[in-house]
Every structure is written in structure tokens, then in C-alpha cells.
């Protein structure tokens, strides 16, 4: 079953907006990724957060992470053409889990 | 080079053949994936193998079998092709669990006519 839902499905923003998408989850986890995929291709680890970390930063990428509301949120600064793609948000429940749940994704679109 | 190679990229064929899609690594990895995603871009884990063992084995049809030759291989048999298979099939690896981030192929896309 999936264990993260994505919010929104989809998102239309111009370049040089912020994009913002949610995640959330249904049961404990140990951590929590984002990927990206871009059309026609395979998914791209982006960033990591620990259940004991509750934000970090990579280049124009921001996460948080609430695991009392059981939710985690991708912003993306200052949008690029390219950063148009799906992102997903995926989570591991236990320590030494090699599995993977992800959620449906959001489809995000930057308009030049 | 590739990190995380998929043969062939795309498979066309018809209801009842059998076929198989090969994944190879180069990243050194101890544990291999195979993941199908669906049309509406869930991605679901079929099987996983550590070091050439069986670890996670979800609920798939029987008609699916993988195959890990080595650490760097694991490909995909596919038997009696049914219209619902048809989909993108990803392999990716992984380094143990302590830092569970996952690699991707380019997915191979399966057309069941």
C-alpha cells in the first residue's frame, strides 16, 4: 500500500516562483526522502531528513519534517524551467528496512 | 558510465509471450529492486535482493521471477504477458540500510498488446 500521499497531485508555477508540496505518511518512519523524476526517466534521490531532524536544506531545496502531524514538506526556491518533473516523497518504517513506500507524487510545471 | 543500466528501454509485445528485462549496476551495491510504476505514477516494489538473496517478495503473480546472476545483476522474467502488465518497470540499488537512498534506471516501458 502506499504510504505517503503527495499534495498537490499537480502544480503550475512561473520561473523564479517557490514551489511547495506536502507529504504525508500513515505510520512511524525511521526516514524520510524526496525524489524527482523527470519525464521519461527514472527517479533522482534529492534529499534525506531523519526522524529526529526537523529541517534541512540542499542548494534551493528545503524540507521539514513534523512527525507528530506525520507530514513533510519539499520547497523549492526560485523555480527553473527544469525543475519541472514529478517529486515524490518516500519513507523507510524501520531501521535497517531496505523497503521503500512512495507516494503518488506531485507533478510540478515551471512556466518560462 | 551508467550507474544503474535497464535492457531494453522499450518492450512491445503481445498477450501471452514471455520476456525479460535486465538491470546491471556498477555502483558497487549489496541490494538490488525491481519496481513497477502504473500509469498514474505509483511506484510499487515488487522484489529486492541482498547479495544475491530473496529479501522482499511482495504480492506479485508468480508469472513475474527474478534472477540475481551476482550483486551487479538482477533481471526480470516475465511469463504469459497479460494487457495489465503493461507498464514502467524500474530497477535500482542500494547500498545496505543505513542510508537508504536508492539509485534508479531509466525504467523500461512494457506494452502488452
Known amino acids: 500500500s502506499q504510504q505517503g500521499e503527495e499534495d498537490p497531485q499537480a502544480l503550475s508555477i512561473q520561473e523564479g516562483e517557490n514551489a511547495t508540496m506536502n507529504c504525508s505518511y500513515k505510520?512511524?518512519?525511521?526516514?524520510l526522502q524526496w525524489y524527482r523524476q523527470n519525464s521519461g526517466r527514472g527517479l533522482v534521490h534529492l534529499i534525506l531528513?531523519?526522524?529526529?531532524?526537523r529541517e534541512k536544506h540542499s542548494g534551493r531545496l528545503r524540507v521539514t519534517l513534523d512527525t507528530s502531524k506525520k507530514s513533510s514538506s519539499l520547497l523549492i526556491t526560485a523555480s527553473r524551467a527544469a525543475d519541472t518533473a514529478s517529486y515524490f516523497c518516500?519513507?523507510?518504517?524501520?531501521?535497517?528496512?531496505?523497503?521503500?513506500?512512495f507516494g503518488a507524487g506531485t507533478t510540478v510545471t515551471v512556466r518560462a | 558510465d551508467t550507474a544503474v543500466s535497464q535492457t531494453p528501454k522499450y518492450l512491445v509485445t503481445q498477450m501471452g509471450n514471455d520476456k525479460s528485462i535486465k538491470c546491471e549496476q556498477n555502483l558497487g551495491h549489496d541490494t538490488m529492486y525491481w519496481y513497477k510504476q502504473d500509469s498514474k505514477k505509483f511506484l510499487k516494489i515488487m522484489f529486492s535482493?541482498?547479495?544475491?538473496?530473496?529479501?522482499i517478495n511482495e504480492t506479485v503473480p508468480n508469472r513475474f521471477s527474478p534472477k540475481s546472476p551476482d550483486k551487479a545483476h538482477l533481471n526480470l522474467h516475465i511469463n504469459s504477458l497479460e494487457l495489465g502488465d503493461s507498464a514502467v518497470y524500474f530497477c535500482a540499488s542500494s547500498q545496505g540500510t543505513v542510508i537508504p537512498i536508492q539509485y534508479f534506471g531509466a525504467g523500461t516501458r512494457l506494452s502488452v498488446l
Open positions: 505510520t512511524s518512519i525511521n526516514n
Open positions: 531528513i531523519r526522524s529526529n531532524e
Open positions: 518516500a519513507t523507510d518504517a524501520k531501521v535497517n528496512d531496505y523497503k521503500l513506500s
Open positions: 535482493y541482498n547479495n544475491k538473496e530473496l529479501i
